[in-house]
């Protein structure tokens, strides 16, 4: 894995022409590739840019759009501005927190959810609102968020075995009008 990230992140590097000054988009398409920044994906950075690890590690953790540990598979984002906080965003947080077992900032530790907060998702009137992989729901109550994270915790292939049964009866449901109306 570590060989891995060492090759990706000195093709990143080439590909940004080892421009110090390109820093952040080097961080940022490191990110993109891994979800977050691995430790030895910094290393690497310092070593090619001849940059010291303490300035990238500043740089970092200065952003809030930087991750330095795993994310979750799913990014699940929790409006709490104003038009949202005063419909109860802070219940929902609390909710959240509780079902995945970690606080905004971090990671269920089943690594299926990242939790975070945001000041506003532009869609106030929706409020309070809940962005799951970037998908909006709004008017989220307590009980409408754990149904929406019940629905993304279901295994991929258990959706897909639940699909066949739902096509499985309806085809038969069709077979046997078509069989009663014959008769
Ligand atoms: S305040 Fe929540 S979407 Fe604007």
């Not at 891994?34 to 910094?42: G, H, I, M, N, S």
């Not at 079902?99 to 506003?120: A, I």
Request: net charge positive; aromatic share 4%; hydrophobic share 35%.
């Amino acid at each position: 894995m570590a060989a891995k990230v060492v090759g990706t992140v000195k093709q990143i590097v080439r590909d940004h022409k080892r421009d110090p000054g390109d820093l952040i988009g080097i961080l940022q398409d490191i990110q993109a590739k891994y979800r977050y920044l691995p430790r030895e994906a910094l290393d690497e950075v310092s070593k090619s840019l001849k940059v010291p690890i303490n300035r990238i590690y500043a740089l970092s953790t200065f952003f809030r759009a930087f991750y330095l540990e795993p994310r979750g598979k799913h990014d699940c984002v929790v409006c709490t501005g104003t038009a949202c906080h005063v419909r109860g965003a802070g219940r929902i947080v609390d909710e959240l927190s509780r079902l995945l077992h970690c606080e905004p900032g971090g990671t269920s530790p089943d690594k299926l959810f990242s939790l975070d907060t945001v000041n506003c998702l532009g869609a106030c009137a929706l409020g309070p609102v809940v962005t799951v992989d970037g998908n909006i729901h709004g008017k989220i109550t307590a009980r409408s968020v754990r149904r929406i994270i019940q629905k993304y915790e279901k295994p991929e292939g258990k959706k897909k075995d639940e699909a066949k049964k739902r096509r499985g009866s309806k085809r038969a449901k069709a077979k046997s009008t078509r069989k009663a109306r014959s008769k």
